[in-house]
């Protein structure tokens, strides 16, 4: 095949891997739950299935093939920036049968277009950028639907085999790993599918410090409840402490108390699996750990020069274990596993420091206010990121369990509000410090 044929060859198959997942989170359930708003933190599910055919539409049979809009009175309908989340039930959305026969038609028109598109002369074309930004649109909608389902309440629709066991050496693990300072290349200039907030590549110098080799565990975040982490201000920022209080925030959320904790994944109640990553807790809450165990949370740069840097060659990499995409043996993405997997787990997927779970498994909140890099410019729409730019979001990496693997990279980078919960995050923590020698 021609290089034309391979990456028309791989744009297909990521479209197609993303519409099915799609197809499984919105047949899972009968239309009355389809329709309906779960949380006023989410959309309806319907109104998700008919905005990733939009916008699909929009960027690729619009912008990238000049053709004719086909629904153009829906398009304020399915603008994410129009109408709040939850104000989405309110308007006249598409039924389910009118939002899966729209998607199949964009779909199938674009099919089309991906036949006779050339992956160059334009930016939106070259390496076929706008059609992998599409497949990563509807797999980012395809977690964001899957925290709709978390929040469902009702009998359980969704199902998966759970991750593979902690291999041996778990257990012994160091508690955390060295990073030596130094400067790296962070960001990218080169990734084709990267998007505008991971551009461009530049130099950050790190001074050294010390990382967990895990993320913080269920076992680990029950100790701090158990020791009043929740009931004593000095460990929370102002700002966290007043939220802690005014949302009465006792342990992470889908937690609750049955003479031990237990945790509702996705309609199942069971006892919190202690070597488990914590999962659905806020920035503040995750900054009170880390205050409370006395560390901090890594900042975005001392994350990614963990995930990224390989200090023997000096580069780098896509991800911790080198510059192929993830497979299931060193990552937990793509949502083959609806639940983390436990600590320590994927030693084929580490970071030349040594810590593993980097990729998959949970976002893992940083100390880093959501910013630009050096010369970031917007593009293909400011609204993707520079409207979000500030210090009112915290910028989370690694990806999760819930994240497919093109829209998860070493590069990549998310952000939300501190407050945070419903979203798939935990964290690790960091310190300070150069290498100690016995």
Known sequence: MTDNDTLRERIAGELSAARDRTTYLTTAVDEADLVRQHSPLMSPLVWDLAHVANQEELWLLREVGGLTPIHPEIDPLYDAFEHPRSKRPTLPLLAPGEA???GHEVRGRVMDLLEKTRFNGTKLTDGGFAFGMIAQHE????????ATHQLRVGPPVLSAPPPPPAPADAVALPAEVFVPGGPFTMGTSTEPWALDNERPAHVVDVPPFYLDTTPVTNAAYAAFITDGGYDDPRWWTADGWAHRQRAGLEAPLFWRWEGEWVRVSFGVALPII??????????????????????????????????????VTGRSMRYPWGDFDPTPEVANVGQRHLRPALAGSYPAGAAPSGARQLIGDVWEWTSSDFLPYPGFVAWPYR?????????????????AFSVSPVACRGTFRNWDYPVRRQIFAGFRTARSGALETA
């Open 100 to 102: 899966r026969g729209y």
């Open 139 to 146: 797999q980012q909608h395809d977690e964001t639907m899957l």
């Open 274 to 311: 202690p070597n488990e990553p914590v999962l659905h807790v806020s920035w503040y809450e995750a900054d009170a750990y880390a205050r409370w165990a006395g560390r901090r949370l890594p900042t975005e740069a001392e994350w990614e020069k963990a995930a990224r840097h390989d200090p």
């Open 383 to 399: 609204e993707y990121s520079e409207v979000f730019f500030g210090p009112e979001y915290k910028v989370l990496r690694g990806g």
